[in-house]
T-cell receptor
Framework: ETGVTQSPTHLIKTRGQQVTLRCSSQSGHNTVSWYQQALGQGPQFIFQYYREEENGRGNFPPRFSGLQFPNYSSELNVNALELDDSALYLC????????????FGQGTRLTVV | SQKIEQNSEALNIQEGKTATLTCNYTNYSPAYLQWYRQDPGRGPVFLLLIRENEKEKRKERLKVTFDTTLKQSLFHITASQPADSATYLCAPRGTGNTPLVFGKGTRLSVIA
């Protein structure tokens, strides 16, 4: 158990819809990162939040957005869903330092039809 | 832009042998390099972290090396077991609170 939980575990949405994925980080972890993992690929970095501010973003369009809350929970929002958004979405929490490990949730499997 | 390459998508070895996985990076000077294990449908799990001034790090049957001149890390599993079968991901990382960026991973299969 990593202490990081994600909800829901599975989700099916229709193209064009919007989706919100949720993550509960480990207590005390000020940094949360979100990743998209397509089948057979490594996790692709979407963005990172530190103390409720975005402090890093990967190569994803603005329709991918996020929020981090003071209670160590966070959200990933995706608007105007496309078929290619179908993937495993992972969140990871960590302390605010590069020499520490990241703790991942079990992921949310999103299918866009 | 940063590029992270892991030697092969899949690696098959016999039980008891040593598995060696390679991670190469370009356009990057990481201060740390982390290795994770990922099982199908699960999130990655941290295994080892090595600093740029460390040549080698060991943990039980695992060994990681870090060569900043070659821009390469090697990950070894000695006396491999079928339970070691998984995808292994490397993630070089800069200083400060920089994001963790992964390679594509190498899928290891240990055959009994």
């Amino acid at each position: 158990e990593t202490g990081v939980t994600q909800s829901p575990t599975h989700l099916i949405k229709t193209r064009g819809q919007q989706v919100t994925l949720r993550c509960s980080s480990q207590s005390g972890h000020n940094t949360v990162s979100w990743y998209q993992q397509a089948l057979g690929q490594g996790p692709q970095f979407i963005f990172q939040y530190y103390r409720e501010e975005e402090n890093g973003r990967g190569n994803f369009p603005p329709r991918f957005s996020g929020l981090q809350f003071p209670n160590y929970s966070s959200e990933l929002n995706v608007n105007a869903l496309e078929l290619d958004d179908s993937a495993l979405y992972l969140c990871a929490s960590s302390l605010d330092s590069s020499n520490t490990e990241a703790f991942f949730g079990q992921g949310t499997r999103l299918t866009v039809v | 832009s940063q590029k992270i390459e892991q030697n092969s998508e899949a690696l098959n070895i016999q039980e008891g042998k040593t598995a060696t996985l390679t991670c190469n990076y370009t356009n990057y000077s990481p201060a740390y390099l982390q290795w994770y294990r990922q099982d199908p449908g699960r999130g990655p799990v941290f295994l080892l972290l090595i600093r740029e001034n460390e040549k080698e790090k060991r943990k039980e049957r695992l060994k990681v090396t870090f060569d900043t001149t070659l821009k390469q890390s090697l990950f070894h599993i000695t006396a491999s077991q079928p339970a070691d079968s998984a995808t292994y991901l490397c993630a070089p990382r800069g200083t400060g609170n920089t994001p963790l960026v992964f390679g594509k991973g190498t899928r290891l299969s240990v055959i009994a």
